[in-house]
């Protein structure tokens, strides 16, 4: 029995997996909505792990491999699946099976960069995978934020409210620049804040609070559009923070 009681962090995150699986799946088939919410689920699952394993100690190597592992699917290979088909959109109008894509050289070159996300994904942890000290903060964005940032701009397409104000974000230029930037600060070397506390004393937490008091904001105001915006934020406060040399 205590065996099996230890698996249960595992088995939290096959959950995991397999919610990116099903996510990479609706991406392809161009439901992205459907897609947006099995990768905030997998994201529930990432964070549901993290708590079982410390609550149960049941660390192992096996489960920090799975947890990469099913991590690399869940907010690299579906986000990139989610971008592809974003690109598939705002180029030829419509969602198609890649082999049935009649295209120019410039435009499979341009559907190729969605790859980016999984590519630099897997950089991502890898590095974080080697890590040996004990920095309190992120090297990087890590992946499942990345991965939520995708997951928002298939969401966005349920919530017509602001769609208006946010359609600037799906034309093909800015979608590229979009996955060229959000897998470079991935594999970035800039330090970043975890909400990680060892106490909930302000002094030391007091830009965990003014992030998560400003993502509240957004939140309410844009409801699901507010996704993107908060994870937007989350990178602006860090490269503030670092040209002010900000203490983590």
Same mark, same amino acid.
């Given at each position: 029995?205590?065996?099996?009681?230890?698996?249960?962090?595992?088995?939290?995150?096959?959950?995991?997996?397999?919610?990116?699986?099903?996510?990479?799946? &609706?991406?392809?088939?161009?439901? %992205?909505?459907?897609?947006?919410?099995?990768?905030?689920?997998?994201?529930?699952?990432?964070?549901?792990?993290?708590?079982?394993?410390?609550?149960?100690? =049941?660390?192992? #190597?096996?489960?920090?491999?799975?947890?990469?592992? @099913?991590? %690399?699917?869940?907010?690299?290979?579906?986000?990139? =699946?989610?971008? &592809?088909?974003?690109?598939?959109?705002?180029?030829?109008?419509?969602?198609?099976?890649?082999?049935?894509?009649?295209?120019?050289?410039?435009?499979?070159?341009?559907?190729?960069?969605?790859?980016?996300?999984?590519?630099?994904?897997?950089?991502?942890?890898?590095?974080?995978?080697?890590?040996?000290?004990? #920095?309190?903060?992120?090297?990087?964005?890590?992946?499942? @934020? @990345?991965?939520?940032?995708? =997951?928002?701009?298939?969401?966005?397409? #349920?919530?017509?409210?602001?769609?208006?104000?946010?359609?600037?974000?799906?034309?093909?230029?800015?979608?590229?620049?979009?996955?060229?930037?959000?897998?470079?600060?991935?594999?970035?070397? %800039?330090?970043?804040?975890?909400?990680?506390?060892?106490?909930?004393?302000?002094?030391?937490?007091?830009?965990?609070?003014?992030?998560?008091?400003?993502?509240?904001?957004?939140?309410?105001?844009?409801?699901?559009?507010?996704?993107?915006?908060?994870?937007? %934020?989350?990178?602006?406060?860090?490269?503030?923070?670092?040209?002010?040399?900000?203490?983590?």
């Amino acid at each position: 029995m205590k065996n099996i009681i230890k698996q249960i962090p595992n088995f939290i995150t096959t959950l995991n997996l397999l919610s990116g699986v099903i996510a990479t799946i &609706f991406a392809i088939d161009g439901h %992205l909505i459907w897609a947006g919410i099995f990768i905030c689920a997998a994201a529930v699952f990432d964070f549901a792990d993290g708590l079982a394993a410390r609550a149960l100690k =049941a660390y192992s #190597e096996i489960g920090k491999q799975l947890d990469s592992l @099913s991590d %690399l699917v869940s907010f690299g290979v579906a986000p990139g =699946a989610i971008l &592809f088909t974003l690109l598939e959109f705002s180029l030829f109008g419509k969602n198609q099976p890649i082999h049935e894509i009649s295209a120019d050289w410039w435009q499979w070159i341009i559907l190729f960069s969605a790859f980016l996300v999984p590519v630099f994904g897997a950089i991502r942890l890898a590095k974080f995978n080697v890590i040996t000290s004990d #920095e309190p903060f992120f090297r990087g964005l890590p992946i499942p @934020s @990345s991965g939520i940032f995708w =997951a928002s701009l298939g969401l966005m397409l #349920e919530f017509p409210k602001y769609h208006d104000n946010f359609q600037l974000l799906y034309s093909t230029k800015n979608l590229v620049i979009l996955g060229i930037f959000m897998s470079g600060m991935m594999v970035i070397n %800039l330090p970043m804040f975890s909400l990680k506390v060892n106490n909930l004393r302000l002094k030391e937490n007091w830009y965990r609070y003014l992030f998560l008091a400003l993502s509240a904001v957004l939140l309410i105001v844009f409801n699901v559009y507010g996704l993107a915006l908060v994870i937007l %934020l989350y990178i602006i406060l860090n490269v503030i923070f670092y040209l002010f040399k900000v203490e983590f």
